[in-house]
């Protein structure tokens, strides 16, 4: 028999309001990918804007996957049991929880390997072995996560921790104003990351994780309108 966890995103009175910051949130992380690719094409010998792009468009694609189970969980009739039951023809199928657990799911998986690719971008090593065991963590990882839902919020705080430390050492060296925001972008989205860490205890708390979220996203689509507009100046 196999048990899938429910994955509940928001409280109840939160319904519709986390769907909209989320698909805000979309619209931010995907506008990132947009421009690092059009730098991409602008300099096709720069690889590292072309998987920028894709570490975006990753984000972008776990936050519309997370937005179409919400809406899909949320609707009252065909997601029913006795939809999933007359498909799948099992009674351990609870209401709402396979959609739930596949998205979530899916869901971490994107996120997860958003980050890793902006974690391996703000080294400056080259590729090694060592992304590869990182990369393979993930998955293992994203597979517990059915069992435990905190675990890609862990792993993605320490990710994103890593990112930010990066970025403030970089500042340090350099004192160059773009580094320190993206330093304090990466931050806030960190401090989300650690708060959604404890949803399970008070569904409220999810609330605030969502819009501390939001703000770190706004912050570095800001961030990044000002490097082009920098870089626009430069030429």
């Given at each position: ?175 160059y104003k773009n580094t320190l925001c993206l330093g304090i972008s990466f931050g806030v989205i960190t401090l989300s990351q650690f708060v959604f860490i404890f ?8 609330v605030l994780a969502e819009l501390i979220q939001l703000v770190g996203y706004l912050f570095l689509l800001y961030t990044f309108v000002m490097v082009l ?7």
């Open positions: 028999m196999v048990y899938w966890l429910d994955f509940v995103y928001s409280p109840p009175w939160f319904y519709g309001k986390d769907i909209a910051i989320d698909i805000l949130s979309a619209i931010v992380v995907l506008l990132i990918g947009v421009f690092s690719f059009k730098n991409f094409l602008l300099d096709k010998k720069n690889k590292r804007h072309f998987f920028l792009s894709c570490a975006f468009i990753l984000l972008g694609l776990s936050f519309i996957t997370k937005i179409v189970v919400n809406i899909l969980t949320h609707t009252q009739g065909w997601l029913s049991k006795q939809f999933w039951l007359s498909i799948l023809g099992t009674e351990i199928i609870k209401p709402y929880g396979f959609l739930s657990a596949i998205g979530f799911l899916l869901y971490a998986l994107l996120t997860l390997f958003g980050f890793y690719i902006l974690y391996v971008l703000s080294s400056k090593d080259e590729l090694s072995m060592n992304y590869v065991i990182i990369a393979y963590f993930i998955l293992v990882s994203t597979y517990f996560t059915r069992f435990t839902y905190f675990i890609i919020y862990i792993t993605a705080f320490i990710f994103l921790f890593a990112i930010t430390r990066r970025y403030f050492l970089c500042y340090n060296e350099t004192k949803t399970s205890s008070n569904h409220a708390i999810y507009r920098n870089a626009k100046k430069k030429k």
